[in-house]
């Protein structure tokens, strides 16, 4: 069945040093990827999204690149910030296409 | 920006008891949805609706009943709870298009004794 797969639970870095955070994902149709934010204590949010291979999308400094060849949707920030300190779950949009798969999250912390 | 409120934000229960979440979305979105997140699993969809007394099965239904009554309520009901639905429950509303971001509510957070 569709899956999502996040390698990293915690990834732990300083301040103004670049992350990548991995996604994978398994799917019989055409994917639609998403990446959602969750800070301490709030709800997630949208961070950003695609379903275009091999285009970037950027939003709030991150970035990612749907690559259906490798079936990955990788998210990426050139310099971290404090404030970047959250829960990260990359998600696909279900075979119904209603609903979202979520992949089991990536907390980063970000130190000084 | 959409509007998801939920009610209560905390709960705790006994096992056996009965625990009923409110969620109500304020966007004029046909679907909402309820996830439960645990540490360890992310956020596992329980179940969604696209409409007034429609209800969609998720991934983890088991002991869980839900309740569509109007385009802006949905329930999420536990008969007779159990600690292993100790959690951190969301719900979440969408327009239901391909593409849509489903907008989430603060949550609640049910302890079950």
């Known amino acids: 069945g569709d899956s999502v797969t996040q390698t990293e639970g915690l990834v732990t870095l300083t301040k103004g040093l670049p992350v990548m955070l991995n996604c994978t994902y398994q799917?019989?149709?055409?994917?639609?990827l998403f990446w959602y934010v969750q800070h301490l204590n709030e709800a997630p949010k949208l961070l950003l999204k695609s379903s275009t291979d091999n285009k970037r999308t950027e939003h709030q400094g991150f970035y990612a690149t749907l690559h259906k060849s490798s079936s990955s949707f990788h998210l990426q920030k050139s310099s971290v910030q404090l404030s970047d300190s959250a829960l990260y779950f990359c998600a696909l949009r279900d075979q119904g296409g209603r609903a979202l798969i979520f992949g089991t999250g990536t907390t980063v912390s970000v130190s000084p | 920006e959409a509007a998801v409120t939920q009610s209560p934000r905390n709960k705790v229960t006994v096992t056996g008891g009965n625990v009923t979440l409110s969620c109500r979305q304020t966007?004029?979105?046909?679907?909402m949805y309820w996830y439960r997140q645990d540490t360890g699993h992310g956020l596992r969809l329980i179940h969604y609706?696209?409409?007034?007394?429609?209800?969609q099965i998720g991934d983890v239904p088991d002991g869980y009943k839900a309740t569509r009554t109007t385009q802006e309520d949905f329930f999420l009901l536990l008969e007779l709870a159990s600690p292993s639905q100790t959690s951190l429950y969301f719900c979440?509303?969408?327009?239901?298009?391909?593409?849509?971001?489903?907008?989430f509510g603060p949550g609640t957070r049910l302890t079950v004794l």
């Open positions: 966007n004029s979105h046909n679907y």
């Open positions: 609706s696209y409409g007034a007394g429609n209800l």
């Open positions: 799917t019989t149709y055409s994917p639609f």
């Open positions: 979440a509303s969408s327009d239901g298009t391909d593409y849509a971001e489903q907008f």
